[in-house]
């Protein structure tokens, strides 16, 4: 265990390496779909925030990867450039803002922040899982 400034209790939280290990995971799923994951920094100091109440896990950001592939992989690719939605884990209640940009390349999806709050309110698409 570490101590996790943010919580200010004993909790495992995330690591720059974990997060890492997180977005090659992702990179690999959308990877046939020429999208590549990206977290900003705002992501990673907001995954072990205080507000989310209990700390968001390396298995849920996988979960939260992997069945957002599964259900909306085909519909994220198709969004376009400047896209922006919202991925809510109905489960776990976590919410992660993204945009979609085109480097040229492939698609960069970039998740913007990430928090675990229940009945999220946003403008932007909602993709449920």
């Not at 995330?14 to 990206?38: C, G, H, M, P, W």
């Not at 996988?62 to 519909?75: A, C, D, E, M, S």
């Not at 109905?90 to 999806?109: A, H, Q, S, Y």
């Not at 922040?113 to 309110?121: A, D, G, L, S």
């Amino acid at each position: 265990m570490r101590f996790n400034t943010y919580l200010n209790e004993k909790d495992d939280i995330l690591t720059q390496q974990e997060l890492d290990a997180v977005e090659k995971y992702a990179d690999a799923l959308f990877s046939k779909l020429n999208i590549d994951i990206e977290f900003t920094r705002h992501f990673i100091e907001r995954v072990n925030d205080i507000r989310n109440k209990k700390q968001i896990s390396k298995s849920e950001l996988i979960r939260l990867f992997k069945q957002t592939h599964k259900k909306y992989g085909k519909k994220i690719e198709k969004l376009g450039d400047d896209a922006e939605a919202v991925i809510t884990d109905m489960t776990t209640d976590i919410n992660m803002p993204f945009v979609l940009n085109w480097d040229g390349k492939e698609f960069d999806l970039i998740s913007k922040t990430i928090m675990r709050k229940k009945n999220f309110k946003t403008s932007n698409l909602k993709l449920e899982i």
